[in-house]
């Protein structure tokens, strides 16, 4: 994310000295891009052209100009984007109730390790509400697990236990819109009830989860 964040920045800032041919409209990061291989190879660039209304001595002076022009941009898109991964943190440790609501948006800015934690985070805590909503036996429980059957070639993943007669429906309730980001799980039946696991998705231990 934060790599996509600073080549955009680029391409803002180069576009605010260079005018770039036409082939370049939009992607002027690698318009960036060609101008540092052209420096690099002594030659003059074809591709762009300094703007009317800026001066500047050499080509060196341009990209000097436009890093720090970039760091300007992103940094405090960086920053921000680091805010919202902690309040989406703080909500998870909130309690389920935050989760429900949670901005897709926001959810989807997080790294791809943070989400793996909020996501482990999201299903205990909902698995949890609906074993206490439904009070049974330790049978007919559901149960969080690290799952390593089938098509797993020696990996482990995130899985659910659910007990005969049931699915994940009660367990989707309670995650709301997080729930989507699980994806579509696969089915183990062994025994009685059925596995249903998340191939891609990495099970967190209970110390990993404690946000």
Not at 82 to 94: E, G, P, R
Not at 113 to 127: D, E, F, H, P, S
Not at 129 to 134: G, I, L, P
Not at 153 to 159: K, Q
Request: hydrophobic share 35%.
């Amino acid at each position: 994310m934060t790599t996509s964040l600073k080549q955009k920045a680029i391409g803002l800032a180069a576009a605010q000295v260079l005018k770039f041919n036409d082939e370049y409209k939009g992607t002027w990061y690698d318009g960036y891009l060609l101008l540092l291989e052209c420096m690099q190879q002594d030659r003059e660039p074809e591709h762009c052209a300094i703007r009317d209304d800026v001066e500047f001595w050499s080509w060196h002076e341009v990209v000097q100009f436009i890093d720090k022009e970039a760091e300007n941009i992103w940094k405090p898109m960086e920053n921000e984007l680091a805010d919202t991964k902690q309040l989406i943190v703080h909500d998870a440790a909130s309690g389920l109730d935050k989760f429900c609501g949670i901005d897709v948006e926001r959810f989807g800015e997080l790294d791809k390790a943070c989400q793996t934690i909020v996501l482990n985070k999201a299903v205990v805590l909902a698995v949890d509400k609906v074993n206490r909503d439904e009070p049974e036996s330790e049978q007919t429980k559901f149960h969080v697990r690290s799952y390593s059957g089938r098509f797993m070639y020696g990996r482990t993943c995130l899985g659910i236990d659910v007990p005969p007669g049931k699915d994940l429906s009660a367990v989707a309730s309670c995650m709301g819109n997080l729930f989507k980001f699980l994806g579509t799980p696969r089915q183990d039946q062994m025994g009685k009830g059925t596995t249903y696991y998340w191939p891609n998705i990495e099970q967190c231990e209970s110390h990993d989860v404690a946000l």
